[in-house]
């Protein structure tokens, strides 16, 4: 099946004036098209416009696209008002989690029509051409999607401009929409101090796993390693981390595969950054922090062993969030280790310092509060 087929199957269909009106639906998060929609404008009221999506009814804008914005914001206040039951983790994380589908899920029927060329005829609407272009490519047909979605897509273009500045590297990473910013420095530092093992010297060839920005890829090449293969399976991933090394000149040091986990051959340092929690994603986004049933993990662990040259290092970068979530315990990781063949060689910790650690209201605050995010130094075991 084409991707234009795909797209075509994606449709929204409502009735306007009398009149069957359909057009094609993106959704970046995964929600099937609303059934129900009805237009509106600027004389809708917050409280009918909740009221409305909480029943599962979408609300295609017509009137200034400027005081859809302001709609929006107020819908929001009254999400964030619904009270989320408490309860000990790890009920309680998935309470949470399913309080954000829910929220997101109403701030998503607030929906923005587009011409073909991703233009949007409202009054005082923004010309969203080059950041939608950047998500979804090139687009001849008119399409609907939500006005949240696109906040996004604008928001993840200016930090694509703007970029965000990496102190290990002296330099700036512009991430791509749908590829997770590294805005967490601590795991950064971490790669930047870890002594780098001796087989290096002799091999020096160093496997990125999971390579998202190429972040960690030019940091390896800035701590002079000869060649590192960074993979990863995400198109727009590669096409973000393609950008950034060849922004700092690191093409010849550095070489992208499209690759599930491992790239053929075996290496000297093998880095893997996983996602950090055991959890279902609910966008496209959210694959840089939740990993159902842990399979990036576990992968890694047990493919590590096969791909590393004798006495060479595989650096496993872990929060231990999901342990104070009650998600995994550490014993679990550890037999992880230890079935795959591997040993311990060391660990460096560091506390994460963004801003959630401090936010109190955050119904995960005790857990961020005792995080910590490490650098485990694995190796194979000896026989």
């Not at 002799?202 to 972040?215: E, L, Q």
């Not at 940091?219 to 090394?245: F, P, V, Y």
């Not at 890694?300 to 004798?310: I, N």
Request: net charge positive.
């Amino acid at each position: 099946m084409t991707a234009r087929k795909k797209e075509l199957d994606q449709t929204l269909k409502w009735n306007e004036s009398g009149s069957e009106m359909i057009a094609l639906w993106r959704s970046e998060s995964g929600h099937p098209p609303p059934r129900r929609v009805v237009a509106a404008d600027d004389s809708m009221k917050a409280d009918a416009a909740y009221r409305l999506a909480c029943e599962g009814t979408a609300l295609l804008w017509r009137g200034d696209f400027q005081n859809a914005r302001q709609l929006l914001n107020a819908m929001a206040r009254r999400a964030d008002r619904r009270p989320v039951k408490s309860a000990p983790m790890p009920e309680g994380f998935h309470l949470h989690r399913l309080a954000r589908s829910q929220r997101s899920r109403i701030l998503s029927m607030l929906l923005i029509p587009f011409d073909p060329g991703h233009v949007i005829r409202l009054r005082r609407a923004p010309d969203v051409r080059e950041a939608c272009l950047e998500a979804h490519g090139e687009s001849d047909l008119p399409y609907v999607a939500s006005l949240r979605e696109l906040l996004g897509i604008i928001g993840a273009h200016e930090w694509r401009k703007k970029g965000v500045f990496i102190r290990e590297l002296a330099e700036r990473i512009h991430p791509h929409y749908g590829v997770f910013s590294p805005v967490r420095g601590e795991y950064l530092e971490l790669v930047a101090k870890a002594p780098l093992p001796e087989a290096l010297k002799s091999h020096s060839i160093a496997f990125d796993i999971g390579t998202g920005t190429g972040v960690l890829a030019a940091l390896l090449a800035k701590r002079g390693i000869a060649r590192i293969i960074a993979t990863d399976q995400d198109e727009r991933a590669l096409a973000c981390a393609r950008e950034n090394i060849s922004g700092m000149g690191l093409e010849e040091k550095i070489e992208l595969v499209r690759k599930d986990l491992f790239p053929e051959g075996r290496a000297s340092l093998i880095v893997c950054n996983p996602p950090w929690v055991p959890a279902r994603p609910s966008s496209a986004l959210e694959h840089a922090v939740y990993d159902p049933e842990s399979r990036m993990l576990k992968g890694y662990l047990e493919g590590l062993a096969s791909h590393l040259e004798e006495k060479g290092e595989g650096w496993l970068i872990l929060s231990d969030l999901a342990e104070h979530l009650k998600l995994r315990e550490r014993s679990e990781l550890l037999a992880m280790i230890e079935n795959a063949g591997l040993a311990v060689f060391g660990k460096l910790d560091a506390r994460p310092h963004h801003p959630k650690v401090g936010d109190t209201a955050d119904a995960l605050h005790e857990a961020r509060r005792l995080e910590v995010t490490s650098l485990w130094r694995l190796g194979l075991r000896p026989r």
